[in-house]
């Protein structure tokens, strides 16, 4: 699931979701709704994601 990625990747660059919000511009609690399956998602949102992450969108998303 995406945004178990999102969660993941964040996790496995040693971010914060704090960190996290200062890199992308998007606030801590829509991070944390978004890692908790709790606010949809948005196209713009993965791009700055991404981005922060030092990633391309899709790595964002679950591959099987």
Request: glycine letters at 4%; hydrophobic letters at 40%; aromatic letters at 4%.
């Given at each position: 699931?995406?945004?178990?990625?999102?969660?993941?990747?964040?996790?496995?660059?040693g971010?914060?979701?704090?960190?996290?919000?200062?890199?992308?511009?998007?606030?801590?609690?829509t991070?944390?709704?978004?890692?908790?399956n709790?606010?949809?998602?948005?196209?713009?949102?993965?791009?700055?994601?991404?981005?922060?992450?030092?990633?391309?969108?899709?790595?964002?998303?679950?591959?099987?």
């Amino acid at each position: 699931m995406i945004l178990n990625n999102i969660a993941e990747i964040r996790k496995k660059k040693g971010l914060t979701i704090r960190q996290l919000e200062y890199k992308t511009g998007i606030s801590k609690s829509t991070l944390s709704r978004l890692e908790n399956n709790e606010t949809k998602l948005y196209l713009e949102l993965l791009e700055k994601i991404a981005r922060a992450l030092n990633c391309n969108v899709q790595d964002l998303f679950d591959i099987v």
